[in-house]
């Protein structure tokens, strides 16, 4: 079991499966299955965007102040792109 006590949160469920929706398609209806929950697949959608949101306003934010080329703002940098281009960070 891992935990991220990062964004541990009470929340719907949509937001606690909406990573794992990306790779496994089925686990919206695993969810349901153990749970009588319902995830709406919209929603989790919504959550997918909002982290994507935040990502692009966390690279972008570190990339227009004044920073150096270094490991750090490499990463921000091909982060900042695979959201763009749609892929995973």
């Known amino acids: 079991m891992l935990v991220d006590w990062d964004t541990c949160l009470l929340a719907p469920p949509e937001r606690d499966v909406w990573l794992v929706a990306r790779e496994e398609p089925g686990i919206l209806d695993a969810y349901r299955r153990r749970t009588g929950r319902t995830p709406d697949a919209g929603l989790v959608e919504a959550h997918r965007l909002r982290w994507d949101l935040a990502d ?34």
């Not at 966390?58 to 763009?84: I, M, Q, Y």
Request: glycine share 8%; proline share 9%.
């Open 56 to 89: 692009v306003a966390s690279f972008a934010a570190e990339l227009r102040s004044p920073h150096a080329d270094d490991d750090d703002t490499r990463t921000a940098w091909a982060g900042l792109r695979a959201v763009l281009e749609g892929g995973p960070p």
